[in-house]
Structure formats: structure tokens, C-alpha cells
């Protein structure tokens, strides 16, 4: 792959937990760290890549979620601020990994996801190579 020699496209965005996000403790629950690492990802897809939902939708492959694993490091509280940011951070023939992280603001990590992608034709269903076009427009030139 061409991408291995590049630095990953880093997304970011911001988020403020809602009352409706929180568990009986007052943090943010569990849930929703998968909620704010999916948004940021469609967010720094549209602004920072111009790739819309719809243009996912007409692509002749289809990106899934194979597996994702958060590791907690302290709870979010409502009225804190957190930033996300997730890089496209190891990519294989037919698969990658989205490392994220989100942070207090002016406090510290609060977690660390991974998500692992896998490339899927949408006429056979099955996993297939990337396609070098779309995958390097996730990596700096």
C-alpha cells in the first residue's frame, strides 16, 4: 500500500455531553463514546474529505465495522467539553484500524477507541482490497 509512508488525516470535533447521555452517576454513559467517535468520523468526512453520506452510499464498496473496543480512562461529566480525534492508524489489504481518543478539554483523555473497518464489494459481500484512490485521500500528500 502506498499509504504506509503518509501521515494520517486527523479528525477533530468537539461535543458536549446532554442530559439525556448520562447514567444514574451523572457521567456520560457507556454507549454514547461510540455515538461521539461515529459522528466525529462523519463530520471530519464531510468537512475535512468532502465525502457525504450519500457518496458512501454510491460507492461500489461498502465500509463496516468489524470490531471496536474502547478503553475507559476516566468518566465524562455533563457540562464538560470533549475533543475527538481518530486517524486511519494501520491499514492491511482488505482492512483498517481508526485509533480515536477523547479528551476533557483542559483535563485528559477520557478514552481510547479502536475500530476495525473492513472493506466489503457490495456485489459479492465480501471482503475485497481497497480501492488505493479513496483509501489515500485519508493520508496527507
Do not use: C
Amino acid at each position: 500500500m502506498t499509504t504506509a509512508k503518509k501521515s494520517p488525516i486527523i479528525f477533530l470535533s468537539s461535543h458536549r455531553p446532554r442530559f439525556s447521555e448520562l447514567d444514574p452517576y451523572g457521567h456520560l454513559n457507556t454507549k454514547h463514546y461510540f455515538d461521539y467517535i461515529a459522528e466525529n468520523r462523519m463530520i471530519g468526512h464531510e468537512e475535512m474529505l468532502g465525502i457525504t453520506l450519500s457518496d458512501f452510499a454510491k460507492l461500489p464498496f461498502a465500509i463496516i465495522t468489524a470490531n471496536i473496543s474502547i478503553d475507559f480512562k476516566r468518566s465524562v461529566q455533563y457540562g464538560q467539553t470533549v475533543e475527538i480525534k481518530s486517524w486511519v492508524d494501520s491499514v492491511s489489504t482488505q482492512s483498517a484500524v481508526v485509533k480515536s481518543e477523547i479528551t476533557i478539554k483542559d483535563i485528559g483523555v477520557a478514552a481510547i477507541g479502536h475500530l476495525t473497518l473492513v472493506n466489503l464489494d457490495k456485489s459479492t459481500g465480501k471482503p475485497a482490497p481497497w480501492d488505493e484512490n479513496f483509501l489515500n485521500r485519508f493520508f496527507e500528500e
